[in-house]
């Protein structure tokens, strides 16, 4: 992610074969329903996210939150792969202050990862 030049919404990554590789690359623009829709309801993945939000006093920002999607319905095995290597993959992104861990559709709501990037903003 380059935030001046990249057209892009979001990227989510997964764990194949020991490694941590792109699964989807959004377009500009893409909506936030678009990118949930694109984590699956049983298997865990990474992603990063390029909000675009208001702040507090007014203005318009931008900031790219990591986020980790560790479902409950997920196999044992893959929760603990994924947790194993979330260091590893969050030391790669430099840059990203906001961090979002989430287990259920309801901890990754737009409204809940905007506040996250308001108290960095």
């Not at 935030?3 to 936030?32: A, D, L, M, R």
């Not at 298997?43 to 006093?57: K, L, P, V």
């Not at 196999?75 to 290597?85: I, L, N, R, T």
């Amino acid at each position: 992610f380059k935030k001046s030049s990249n057209k892009t919404t979001f990227i989510t990554y997964k764990i194949e074969n020991g490694q941590i590789v792109t699964e989807t690359t959004s377009g500009e623009g893409e909506k936030f329903e678009t990118f949930l829709s694109a984590l699956p309801a049983d298997d865990c993945r990474y992603a990063i996210y390029s909000m675009d939000f208001t702040t507090t006093d007014g203005r318009p920002a931008n900031k790219l939150v990591s986020i980790s999607w560790a479902p409950d319905t997920a196999k044992v095995k893959s929760k603990m792969v994924y947790a194993g290597s979330k260091d590893a993959l969050t030391r790669v992104f430099v840059g990203v202050s906001v961090k979002v861990n989430a287990t259920d559709l309801s901890e990754i709501t737009e409204t809940i990862v905007t506040d996250a990037c308001r108290k960095f903003a």
